[in-house]
């Protein structure tokens, strides 16, 4: 089992460019989630789904967009990248579950910087 | 909203000291309580969690107990390792409108944990 993958792990954009992130799961969790990392800010959720189909919305949606059309990919796209998305990038997936209590596994992350 | 506030760090102890982060949280209802750590170059993982009040959640010789009263999850560990160094993020899930969890989480701002030899 790999778990949470995703791709790539670091990449360097100029602004106005855009780029697609990759997140793959192998554990046939329903529910998957972008979120962002910001020092001093915590995760902050972008966009997430709760099924393969089915996108929302997060926190902080503006600017990214996401598709889900496999259940085991969620993929998070910048149409036109921006400094202020300079950030780390995690994936997480879950199982679905009618409580609250439910873990999220998280991958490794991805490292992107808008210059 | 709801929202999570963890202690400032960064917090540098030496090894075998007692280690304790403090968490609060603002959320209607009952929220399940969770401490995910991320260890350098990784991604997050559970720690321990806690899904009603005096509910005390443990792992790897961690505890936090659910506090409704003061609506607190202070993460504790009696004798810390150098291999405990890492990022400390208290969070919450709560029910979504209608029963259905999405398991979204709110994250604390993270607290950066250093022990020394």
């Known amino acids: 089992n790999a778990g949470v993958t995703q791709t790539p792990k670091f990449r360097v954009l100029k602004t106005g460019q855009s780029m697609t992130l990759l997140c793959a799961q192998d554990m046939n969790h329903e529910y998957m989630y972008w979120y962002r990392q910001d020092p001093g800010m915590g995760l902050r959720l972008i966009h997430y789904s709760v099924g393969e189909g089915t996108t929302a919305k997060g926190e902080v949606p503006d600017g990214y967009n996401v598709s889900r059309l496999k259940k085991q990919n969620f993929l998070l796209g910048l149409e036109s990248a921006a400094p202020s998305q300079t950030s780390v990038y995690f994936c997480?997936?879950?199982?679905?579950?009618?409580?609250?209590?439910?873990?999220?596994?998280f991958g490794p992350g991805t490292r992107l910087t808008v210059t | 909203g709801d929202s999570v506030t963890q202690m400032e760090g960064p917090v540098t102890l030496s090894e075998e000291a007692f280690l304790t982060i403090n968490c609060t949280y603002t959320a209607t209802g009952y929220p399940s309580l969770f401490w995910y750590v991320q260890y350098p170059g990784e991604g997050l993982q559970l720690l321990l969690k806690a899904t009603k009040a005096d509910d005390k959640g443990s792992n790897k010789g961690f505890e936090a107990t659910y506090r409704k009263e003061t609506t607190s999850f202070h993460l504790e560990k009696g004798s810390v390792q150098v291999s405990d160094s890492a990022v400390y993020f208290c969070a919450l899930s709560r029910s979504a409108a209608g029963g259905t969890s999405y398991g979204k989480l709110t994250f604390g701002q993270g607290t950066i944990l250093t022990v020394h030899p």
């Open positions: 997480a997936s879950s199982r679905v579950r009618q409580t609250t209590s439910s873990e999220q596994y």
